[in-house]
């Protein structure tokens, strides 16, 4: 199952025998959707941030990923596989790597669970919040 849209920006839409693709699901259909799947993949071309990575990730799924604009901060080292943007040679060869190693799979995503919460909004807002409080504690310039 593929989650997002079928037909790209510009071009023929992609099918596949073996791929359905779904989109427009509410959140609880693509929580259930991405907790059935084995991996997550993301072709971005730029991105600064991303809930689909970050929701995946708290499912706990492997990501494969182009290494582009913030994946890399989101991700790490061991939560996933990051490859060349425009590669799509190096995406097929990752995720088939981890349909294939069920072991090291099981481990990325158990790491991207634990890397999601890094990015839980309710920690991030308090940690911003902190920042903002001293700085106004400098008061005016």
Known sequence: ???????PRHGAPFAHPAVRFVHGVNDQELRRLYQESRVAVFCFRSMTGSNALLEAMACGLPVVSTDVGGVRESLGTDAGVLCPPGDPAAVAEAVRCLLSNDSAAREMGAAARRRAFRFDFKRVAGEMGQVYSKIFALGPP
Not at 1 to 7: H, K, L
């Open 1 to 7: 199952i593929a989650v997002g849209a079928s037909r």
